[in-house]
């Protein structure tokens, strides 16, 4: 396997040492301290570790470093420009959509991912998309609600 | 033949553990200003260490000088104006950590802004016994308030000094002191400025009623929120301090088994890695997660194993090992159950099960160990820092004050996070390799090395008059818990009675614990008895039922739902469910469909109304509520342990079905809020009636009564 040498992750290149394939995601939390995207199965059942990968949502601790190499990654600590919160980050936040909030980063990644593609999902459409992220403090219905209106927001400001 | 050898015992009601006067009083006053400025503080002072009578706080009187040393700091107002809550809750999701901060900014008269809270670190925060059994919001909350009344005191006295006048007629409010006679003011900050004035504890202040609620009782977003969705927020598990190693575990193949050799490959062995051997434990600590696997991959172990029993036997176990002689706290008896159930018209008698279940938190369970100079540090996500840090001393045999637990805002635990295991880990590899090292489970280390709900059986012997009045109850429960075992219903005749068994699987707390069986068993069985009696379910329950705060929920539950619904739709169903438990109400009503040709079970809606006294933060609460409910559909429908040979069989999220967003259904809660009534905690009780609700709807959609938790997690099977 060819050597990994760097990442670009959220617009910045990042020296890799780690073997190639590592999974991404132990990459970004433990060799580039980005611990944002969290660990919560390792088997791509739970959804936490989710980045965009070339602007798609992945789970990172299925993906091997490797397979990042020479695209953008994009992750939660990504998402804020310049002090701006990502409307899917504010919506959460006004919707209160969390309450431990270890599931939160996976879960506004996915939901970026999804509106990157679908910038009016259905109620269905959003169910559809966030069945493979796991809440186990059940917050759904509030997460549901929070990807709603940022979609409505990204749709009146043309984001 | 248990699992785990007798050394773990089943703890039956852990939150029934009192805060027992175990006084661990790090921070003397002196150091206390040090550490945070000059300023006011209120302490505390333990009741019965000799030191308190010698100060005992004639009320409102200054104790400036010479405080005892067995103080512990609940409040400080700094120099600027900002304000400081201690204590030793920690925060898992329930939001806590807001709710606190509303309690003393609602007492002190302050904006919620300036308070913040220092949680859970065993060297700066009063002890607690843990946070779990729904005990923050009814003692937590109150005791704060005397705290900030106490705070409000000091600066009132000190605006009098100032001003030369009495401090009956002085105003605190808008975190300032003004004098109504003549229209000055001095802020809480100006009052503060170069003073280190503290006060103890009063035994007893007037705190404020919730109908003068300003800042309590408002649905305050939680705190931090921001550092939440920019992922900024560090759990235990994204902790790196310098030089940190990442550390693992070599587990048993099976519960019980015993280390017989072990061997380590030395040609395998690699710089900056740490192998250790302390007993039954071997543990690796390296530079990186992969590398410290690589090294326990190198080891050889041989391990024995002892027979177990697996699932499928449980239930007869349970019933074959049960006490027969049960401790007198475990069991209630009123009336002759004999005489209640020869007067009875019809008698009904089932037998209920519950499977074990598991928290699976989504942060796994985690810990990052530090030595300096033979003292620990141990940040880890527990709901008991300082158990967990008794637990750290005894095993290093180190005294208490060498070990210090720092609780990071945690990602949930639902009284799955009581135990030190993975700080003992990390401790012991850290020890080893002289720098930081941080252990994380796996989710498979989680599902399998943590603890369960308890399973359990449940039989019940019923007998109902004619007119649908119970006449006897007897209720036995095998295993899983006392916890919510006696009925809220009136009846004469009754028996109730909690067997403990030898534990098969490590158990233990789990949001609600046992209520959730015995509530499941209970609400079932009042179910079937209201068909017995040929009555409508809410009819039948409020005829036997005196308790108005019961009577209330179910009313609210019933009218928002629009009981008794008419079906509209093949295989539509609805049920209803009540409970109460640690002070707070709660009934349930449930909409299923179900596909007789499939057999599959959908919950479409849940309505639930709950009533936990003076609501503190609407907003958190519904929040735990909606939340409690969608936990409790999975236990309902489809959660279980499967396990064999001392193996846990599905212990993934790939094998072990939790709710996903398709599984959630419609959902409403309906938050009564009684002023007039001390505020309960909510984590646990909302739990409670889910799963008989969905059941008896089960039963209105397909003529099928399901005893046995979970109740389809094949779909359901029609004969
Ligand atoms: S950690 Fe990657 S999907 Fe769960
Ligand atoms: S908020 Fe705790 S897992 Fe989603």
Redesign the pocket.
């Known amino acids: 396997m060819a050597k990994l040498t760097e990442l670009e992750v959220n617009g910045k290149r990042y020296p890799v040492n780690y073997p190639p394939d590592t999974p991404l995601l132990y990459v970004l939390r433990d060799e580039l301290g980005l611990t944002g995207s969290k660990y919560g199965c390792g088997e791509g059942q739970c959804g936490a570790c989710t980045v965009l990968i070339g602007g798609a949502p992945r789970r990172s601790c299925q993906v091997p470093a490797s397979a990042a190499a020479g695209k953008p990654v994009v992750t939660i600590e990504g998402l804020e420009k310049d002090g701006r919160l990502h409307p899917v980050q504010q919506a959460f936040l006004d919707a209160g959509a969390?309450?431990?909030?270890?599931?939160?980063s996976g879960?506004i990644m996915s939901s970026v991912g999804l509106l990157q593609t679908n910038p009016s999902p259905s109620q269905a459409d959003i169910v559809q998309f966030l069945q493979g992220n796991?809440?186990?403090?059940?917050?759904h219905p509030r997460i549901i609600d929070a990807v709603c209106q940022a979609a409505k927001i990204m749709r009146e400001h043309g984001r | 033949m248990n699992n785990v050898e007798g050394k773990l015992f089943i703890e039956p009601e852990r939150y029934e553990f009192t805060a027992a006067s175990i006084h661990q009083f790090e921070l003397a006053r002196r150091d206390f200003f040090k550490i945070l400025g000059a300023g006011i503080a209120v302490f505390a002072v333990a009741k019965d260490a000799p030191a308190a009578q010698e100060t005992a706080p004639g009320h409102r009187s200054f104790h400036n000088e010479d405080l005892p040393k067995d103080i512990s700091a609940w409040l400080h107002v700094g120099e600027d104006g900002s304000v400081t809550g201690f204590t030793g809750k920690a925060e898992i999701?329930q939001n806590i950590r807001t709710e606190l901060a509303q309690t003393i900014a609602d007492e002190l008269r302050v904006p919620f802004e300036s308070v913040r809270m220092v949680m859970s670190d065993t060297a700066l925060t009063p002890f607690d016994a843990g946070t779990f059994g729904s005990r923050t919001t009814p003692t937590m909350t109150p005791q704060l308030r005397r705290v900030a009344a106490a705070a409000r005191d000091i600066l009132v006295e000190a605006a009098a000094k100032e001003w030369n006048v009495a401090p009956t007629g002085l105003v605190a409010a808008n975190a300032k002191v003004t004098d109504p006679a003549s229209g000055r003011s001095l802020k809480y900050a100006e009052l503060a400025r170069g003073k280190t004035l503290a006060q103890n504890l009063p035994a007893e202040d007037p705190i404020t009623p919730a109908i003068d609620w300003t800042i309590a009782g408002k649905a305050i977003p939680k705190v931090d929120g921001r550092a939440f969705v920019t992922g900024r927020h560090q759990y235990t598990t994204d902790l790196q301090p310098a030089g940190m190693l990442y550390g693992k575990v070599l587990r048993p193949p099976s519960f019980g088994a015993t280390l017989t050799s072990f061997r380590q490959n030395e040609t395998k062995a690699m710089p900056g890695v740490f192998v250790v051997r302390d007993g039954d434990f071997v543990g690796a600590a390296a530079p990186t997660e992969r590398e410290a696997q690589e090294a326990l991959d190198a080891v050889k172990a041989e391990w024995k194993e002892v027979t177990q029993i697996s699932n499928k036997e449980l239930f007869a176990y349970f019933k074959q090992n049960g006490a027969a002689k049960t401790e007198d706290r475990f069991r209630k008896q009123k009336g002759s159950i004999e005489e209640g159930l020869a007067n009875a018209a019809h008698r009904l008698d089932a037998t209920y099960s519950v499977a074990y279940i598991a928290h699976a938190?989504?942060e796994p369970r985690a810990a990052v160990a530090q030595w300096t100079d033979g003292k620990l540090t141990v940040w880890t996500g527990t709901q008991r820092p300082f158990a967990n840090r008794d637990e750290l001393a005894a095993a290093f045999r180190l005294p208490e004050s060498s070990v210090r637990v720092i609780v990071p805002d945690t990602?949930?635990a639902y009284g799955g996070k009581h135990t030190s295991d993975a700080a003992m880990e990390a401790a012991r590899l850290a020890r080893a390799a002289g720098r930081p090292v941080k252990v994380v489970w796996t989710r498979e280390e989680e599902f399998t090395w943590a603890y369960f709900r308890p399973a359990g059986v449940i039989e019940i012997k019923s007998g109902i008059a004619s007119d649908g009045a119970l006449t006897a109850w007897e209720f036995h429960n095998y295993h899983s818990g006392a916890s919510g075992i006696e009925t809220p219903y009136v009846v004469a005749n009754q028996r109730t009675e909690y067997h403990q068994v030898p534990l098969i699987l490590r158990s233990g707390s789990y949001r609600g614990l046992a209520a959730t069986a015995n509530h499941f068993a209970r609400e079932t069985h009042m179910d079937a008895l209201a068909s017995t009696a040929k009555m409508n379910s809410i009819d039948f329950r409020m005829k036997n039922l005196a308790d108005t705060r019961m009577r209330a929920v179910l009313e609210a539950a019933a009218k928002s739902l629009g009981w008794p619904r008419k079906k509209t739709r093949e295989g539509q169903g609805f049920g209803i469910a009540c409970g109460a438990e640690k002070g707070s109400y709660v009934a349930t009503c449930a909409e299923v469909s179900v596909d007789r040709g499939s057999g599959a079970v959908r919950v479409v809606k849940l309505v639930e109304a709950f009533e936990c006294g003076a609501i503190v933060n609407p907003d958190g609460l519904r929040n735990q509520v909606v939340g409690a409910m969608i936990q409790g559909l999975g236990g309902a429908l489809f959660e279980a342990i499967e396990f064999e040979n001392g193996r846990i069989k599905n212990p993934r999220f790939s094998s072990y079905r939790v709710p996903r967003f398709r599984d959630v259904p419609e959902i409403e809660a309906v938050l009564l809020d009684r002023k007039d009534i001390p505020s309960a905690g909510a984590g646990e009780t909302p739990i409670m009636a889910v799963a008989p609700a969905i059941g008896n709807a089960i039963f209105d959609a397909a003529g099928v009564r399901l005893n046995n938790l979970p109740m389809v997690p094949n779909g359901l099977r029609l004969a």
């Open positions: 969390f309450q431990c909030a270890y599931c939160t879960m796991v809440c186990r403090c059940g917050t | 999701g938190p989504l990602g949930s």
